[in-house]
T-cell receptor
């Protein structure tokens, strides 16, 4: 069973709207959690990284939150743009390995 | 600064053929790794290297070989291609095996491989 579960699998939003992606994990012990953005035909690119003591981290219109007690993270996209259309991957690290979620595909329509 | 360069971008193989996927990085990263990405699944680690001359198996190593003769290059060899190896392959590099630091792993653009 995958130790990192993401939801929804995909979503469609209108340009300018907000959306929130979810990541639940069972990885233990926990070291850090990172969100990657993967454009079609490209490799993933890091958006944010959070350690155990961090609750929120922003990168422009992207805001990630972390609740280490419930082992949940979210990625909020504000005022979406067409360029936000991509797959968003949650990656959780313990002290010796990474666990990748399957990703959420976001489609932003004009 | 090119980052991580993968070649080829696309490849079609017949069952039983062999080939090498190339990966090169110019960031002087010690850690390099190969992943495969399949629909509905997270990236899975095939092989990794923590430095020149050192390689180890990841989660799904069967059917693949690697070598690391230099810090820059980390080729992935498919010994006898099978349809189950149809996938998108990503090479990644980092300063550390856990991809810590501001940028985490730097990924290449991927190789889309189809085995018929």
């Amino acid at each position: 069973k995958n130790q990192v579960e993401q939801s929804p699998q995909s979503l469609i939003i209108l340009e300018g709207k907000n959306c929130t992606l979810q990541c639940n994990y069972t990885v233990s012990p926990f070291s850090n959690l990172r969100w990657y953005k993967q454009d079609t035909g490209r490799g993933p690119v890091s958006l944010t990284i959070m350690t155990f003591s961090e609750n929120t981290k922003s990168n422009g219109r992207y805001t990630a939150t972390l609740d280490a007690d419930t082992k949940q993270s979210s990625l909020h996209i504000t005022a979406s743009q067409l360029s936000d259309s991509a797959s968003y991957i949650c990656v959780v690290s313990n002290d010796y390995k990474l666990s990748f979620g399957a990703g959420t595909t976001v489609t932003v329509r004009a | 600064n090119a980052g991580v360069t993968q070649t080829p971008k696309f490849q079609v193989l017949k069952t039983g053929q062999s080939m090498t996927l190339q990966c090169a990085q110019d960031m002087n990263h010690e850690y390099m790794s190969w992943y495969r990405q399949d629909p509905g699944m997270g990236l899975r680690l095939i092989h990794y290297s923590v430095g020149a001359g050192i390689t180890d198996q990841g989660e799904v190593p069967n059917g693949y070989n690697v070598s690391r003769s230099t810090t820059e290059d980390f080729p992935l060899r498919l010994l006898s291609a099978a349809p189950s190896q149809t996938s998108v392959y990503f090479c990644a590099s980092s300063y550390s095996n856990l991809g810590t630091g501001e940028y985490g792993y730097t990924f290449g653009s991927g190789t889309r491989l189809t085995v018929v």
